[in-house]
């Protein structure tokens, strides 16, 4: 049983889940976990079936969370799992997430956080009681010239910000909500299994952290109009929020799953009085450089020209792309640190506050809607 | 004296003018106009110097707009000037226009049309009523590929139009707005010779027209949030405008002049339930469609494959690109048909109609924005 | 009669030409040219046709050269042809220039400039002997950021060069070269209008050109391997060309007119000791400058950063794109400042010299090939 | 100990090894290796440290190669190392390859494979007589828009091949080629570390593999300049070889070491007479696919638009980038299924006839050069 590595389970991830394998491949890229138990199926012979297939003792191959944490709890401390990886379907987030952190488990979870604001909260205080170390996987903040563009504007590269503007498109539901019988089955869409929000909930709230992690700067307000297409339809699909942060800059967040062809275009832009920057998910290996009066610069992975918090978050030389699941690397690397105690950089995991922030901007959004757009203060 | 090309005057567009060089270059493009004579500067002196550098007949060099009217309308029908090109300061435009309507000219006319929406609308009604052609220069809509994607959106390329997102993001005023003393005497931020909005009437007005021009619907309503970056500047720097078209279709349109670093970068993006089309400015010669399933498509001038609009609106074969220029050119290719009274396409160029809706537009996000973002009716 | 613009006439580009109207265009478009007459096609009726087209006196729409320069020579130096663009056939380019050259007009010549190496060294005597301008319409060099790559590379910004790579691939002969009665009969791969090459002699010798234009140094010697697909062709429609130039430095040319869909995707890259440089033709509004250890830059046209040789190669703000036309009309504007015996800069215009390398080139290519892939000296 | 994963070895990849990280996550990658020892390291102590910091049987650090082979051999069947990754410098390819093979352990080995072209075929030789698995980890076949371009040209979508570019361009020597003190030292430039070739032995063959690999034809005689840029230099640093393959077709390989500025800048172009594919390393999610007079298409990961082959080699939904480590987990993903004796899919890894062709070609450019630029056989 691993000493150095951080014993990690699983709740989810089994043969039918599509992001387990990033967690997995995440969790093995710097050797500094070990797959050790889970529960990984909600059907137990899945789920036993599934630990044989990773090797594992299947004696931690467990039924359900419950389970999970009372058998590890029964172990030695230096046996025990000490992280679990929450990959349920997203109303099953909190009610585990907490369960782990009361236990006294580092947790590492899946967006959405929870289904509302308060949960998030609600976590943030028991994690700040348990002293757990909370990492939500907003993936997109582990790509190298993420970080590098956070760590810019840190550092004053583009002087006092004045303009952001972020975007998630995507048209992956057009196919489905154009058909009456399709969009009142898929999960997506089913409030009881999605929460109160489809657009923003999922990917909405993406570029809304893109914002606030690369700028540092709370979010104050939001103005939203948001569009369902049907009226059978609960949820929103598509829509525009206009935003206000702390220090008065305006911006926007710009969201569609009905952006026909997109695929996951998230792509964000914050503009200073000395320079401004962008970067585009899909091409995630350039970080584009605006100073005033000069060329463009393009910056890429893998130079000495990057910060240290870049450097580290890259694996290879430059020219050598990586992409999303050394993004989740990252991610799993920084929680490592903190899980260990080691020193972090600002950044090197999205936090449980993270997930509070990204649920009042969400429910900000939906009330700002509901009242025909008026400003919802979301701090 | 030309009898097939048509006898062009101009108000502005001598030494100093920047627009000046691409209006002429457009006119001499298709050899359909012929520059006979103009008040090309308030300067009487440096108006006839002008005259001498493209050595027309100085006498036609007229020392203000009454002054060419008197005496073009003077001359016989067949020498006389047939239309004008105004290229003067903004607070000039209608003014000038008017007369030159009243007069039975035809108007080519820099953009912004006038200073206010009830300006527009009468500009409007005079050129119904004095049947003379009314041409507004927004330019982008001469580029090839923003033609072909007017047509292909009309042939149901992209289906039911679902949603639509217009940026226009400059960076040039970001140096001066930060500066107390330029930002007070730029004439770019003096309501007097710019008018009611800076931002938005310069180049959101363009994003607007963008999307009217290849949807071919009208926006119906806006919410506008506006930034002046300072309390002594009274006009908008930067914003953001929620629209809604005739149709329920949601959409935004983007506009700064505090991005800095961009240069002119216009951008269009419009998805319907059968596929999506997006257009940059700044690469024009490429057309991105996507299709629902397939592969994404790059569209370029010059193909078979392109619509005979396209087609009538490229010089030359694939692979050599046309810029700016040339789609100026096509705009005055696009009103010389209508001058000559030969068949044009719907599209072929901006007309009295385009400067009203803009114009509507512009004073529904001031309205909107002063009123504390709420929704105002720009039909 | 125009004194400060110069008198053009024209050879060939009547109704039926393709280049004609680039030729025109930019003839127009710094206003310095006034096209005055010319033998616009072999038939005289089309051709006193199109000179009605344009407006001009029928006189001066002549049967063919020869009377156009007889009747011109008879008339008053002020109001006499001073310039002609020869825009004819391939094989009529030489007989044509010569004629004119020594009857001391100023000739426009499109590309290529003979049919042999030794006809281009004699217009290159007789040029100089009649002190006349020769320019020849290598379209490309006219570029705003092909000649803001010239002019850093000479001054420096890459070091010393260590490697040259220029590539022109078309695919446009590809339907035509696989069907016999096509390949038969196009001029493009008939020898005797065509001249010795296809590939090479159209295309190929382009990106040669882009090569001493841009490092201003000349190529030593070619190894070449040309491919006609088939046995019953007798020219060449791809290959490539190994290269080195005077300073020893290696490279290559890269041409073919069977990479099927490519359009004009012409390329060229220079590296240095210190930097490199990379232009691309399609996209001609971006030049890539890599230097040892930095970020990427990319550099747009009309900013202050740029050389004043690319400022008065571009006639409008950053972010509005020049096209093809523009760049022949840069072509124009440096020929005709010759022709005033203004200023001008190196390479404001290519030269007869620019014609001869390029047919020394061609031959040396062929002969290669034609030994078998040798090395053949084209100083 | 596991059964269901294959127990793999690794030959050098200690804590020194830039390559290690890369072979280690694809090893996880698809869970079906595992790491159970190896020779990490040429100081043994060093060696058992490394195997600590993976938490394995130290007992299983072994201080050389042919430790490591008695050892292993002396265990049961199912506890056995059954593959051996071959991470050592260049010219410890070759002898611990053999040993390996003939001690009958499957080998995954880095490139190149030997120092001549004769070991190449010995080891080729041996693999056929033991029966074992032999990788090559020419990583870029395992990118999924690399297979997707194999396996469209396998399928016709281009027709008849006409016409091959590949390019691998670096500029990484550059600083250090022009030092004396620093070329006469660096191992990339010492025959006796890095075998015949520095340019095309690193590079060159990897733009080669790609020809073949994509196209399925063997490259049948090629004719090489290449540039050592200094005379006490041995090793080249730059060159192109002109190609012909097997069926007459002609093309190129263009390698640089000296391409300031370029980083690993490897593109592959293949022309057919129905229309042409092309790949870019660094832009490795984008595949773009020529057909004669339609637009261009550009092809992205996880659609099922892609053939099977390409998504088999994809993890994730369209639109989250994967990058060189996921490539690297694809040839790791093929060679297991061959070791574990399923199914898998011609080019599902590059094998050792890879090896034997590219040590060939690199022979055959050298020798080429050497004799001032002649065809070389290279079947």
């Not at 893109?210 to 699909?237: K, R």
């Not at 509070?356 to 939906?366: H, N, T």
Request: charged share 25%; hydrophobic share 40%; net charge negative.
């Amino acid at each position: 049983m691993s000493q150095r590595r951080i014993r990690l389970g699983l709740i989810g991830g089994g043969f039918n889940s599509f992001i387990g394998v990033v967690h997995r491949v995440a969790a093995y890229m710097f050797e500094d976990y070990e797959i050790v138990g889970g529960a990984f199926d909600a059907n137990y012979d899945e789920c036993k079936r599934f630990a044989e297939h990773l090797e594992l003792d299947v004696n931690r191959a467990y039924p359900d969370i419950d389970a999970l944490i009372a058998a590890e709890k029964a172990l030695p401390a230096d046996q025990r799992i000490e992280a679990v990886s929450v990959l349920t379907p997203n109303f099953l987030h909190y009610p585990m997430a907490k369960k782990l952190i009361e236990a006294g488990f580092h947790v590492i979870c899946e967006k959405p956080i929870t289904i509302t604001a308060a949960e998030a909260i609600e976590l943030e205080q028991l994690v700040e009681k348990h002293k757990v170390v909370f990492a939500l996987t907003h993936t997109y903040t582990g790509y190298p010239m993420a970080r590098q563009m956070k760590q810019m504007i840190a550092d004053g590269a583009i002087g006092k910000i004045q303009k952001v503007d972020a975007q998630y498109y995507q048209g992956w539901i057009n196919p489905i909500i154009h058909d009456k019988a399709q969009r009142s089955t898929v999960w997506r869409l089913d409030p009881k299994k999605s929460g109160q929000s489809s657009c923003f909930g999922d990917i909405g709230v993406h570029a809304f952290n893109m914002i606030e992690y690369t700028t540092g700067i709370e979010v104050e307000s939001v103005l939203a109009d948001l569009d369902t297409m049907y009226d059978d339809n609960p949820l929103d699909v598509d829509g525009t929020a206009l935003i206000r942060l702390k220090n008065g800059v305006k911006g926007l967040v710009r969201a569609s799953q009905i952006a026909t062809g997109e695929e996951n275009n998230i792509q964000i832009a914050v503009y200073g009085d000395k320079g401004g920057l962008k970067w585009v998910q899909e091409d995630p290996t350039y970080l584009t450089y605006f100073q005033e009066g000069k060329p463009v610069q393009i910056l890429k992975p893998g130079h000495p020209y990057n910060s240290e918090f870049a450097a580290e978050s890259t694996k290879i030389a430059p020219g050598h792309p990586e992409g999303l699941f050394d993004a989740m690397g990252n991610i799993y690397k920084g929680a490592g640190l903190a899980i260990r105690k080691k020193p972090f950089k600002n950044g090197a995991f999205p936090t449980v506050r993270d997930g509070v922030r990204g649920m009042k901007f969400i429910e900000g959004v939906l009330e700002s809607h509901k009242k025909g757009q008026v400003w919802v203060n979301i701090l």
